[in-house]
């Protein structure tokens, strides 16, 4: 069910912003897929990895939608935490193939770091609690928290691999933590 993304600000990092992003990766894997499907060769020339990436991120995305439908009016609402936890989820029961897999390593990755009590990132008021979580003691942000998130998801896919394979989706996940770790020691110096 397609998410009509909200705007916030892109220091927002809460289960909002997981559902925004959820719909709008869905959104672009449906665009995408007979495109990657083409050029799959590895590890076999199965041309699936984009029909099977999209079901995977579509089940994960219902998930995600289903962890909202159960906000009704005096309960709370969804929180950063419980909205990681079932978009992984999501992904994992839906997994297609190896690239589903691998997927939902990644996702599972993510909720490993947003999923932990404290973990909120709400912008620069909103920080990791003091000495919780893996983060270890001081405040966390927003993007120390995805850098963090990143960092453990292509950690948990490698990790899932028997024999990784670079020029793979692994190694765009690995280059995407390095960036996020780049850009979130780049932000600490500027502070």
């Known amino acids: 069910m397609p998410h009509e993304p909200q705007p916030q600000s892109p220091d927002e990092l809460d289960a909002e912003a997981v559902r925004t992003w959820s719909s709008l990766a869905l959104a672009a894997l ?3 897929r007979e495109d990657i499907d ?8 199965d041309a699936d990895t984009g029909t099977n990436l999209y079901l995977t991120a579509e089940s994960a995305d219902r998930a995600l939608d ?4 159960q906000v009704t009016e005096g309960t709370a609402a969804a929180s950063l935490a419980h909205a990681v936890r079932a978009w992984a989820h999501g992904a994992l029961v839906g997994a297609r193939g190896n690239s589903g897999t691998i ?6 990755g993510v909720a490993d ?4 009590p404290g973990a909120t990132g ?4 909103g920080t990791r609690e003091a000495g919780t979580g893996p983060g270890g ?29 670079e020029g793979t989706m692994l190694t765009v996940a690995g280059a ?8 979130g020691a780049a932000a600490g110096t500027a502070a």
């Open 66 to 69: 289903d962890a909202f439908a």
């Open 113 to 116: 770091v947003l999923g932990e």
């Open 122 to 125: 709400t912008g620069a008021a």
């Open 38 to 45: 083409a050029i799959n060769v590895y590890p076999v020339a």
């Open 176 to 183: 995407a933590a390095r960036a996020g770790e780049a850009a």
């Open 137 to 165: 003691p001081g405040e966390r942000s927003s993007g120390a928290l995805l850098a963090q998130a990143l960092t453990r998801a292509a950690e948990e896919a490698y990790a899932a691999v028997s024999h990784p394979v």
């Open 103 to 108: 997927l939902a390593q990644l996702l599972r």
């Open 30 to 32: 449906g665009r995408a």
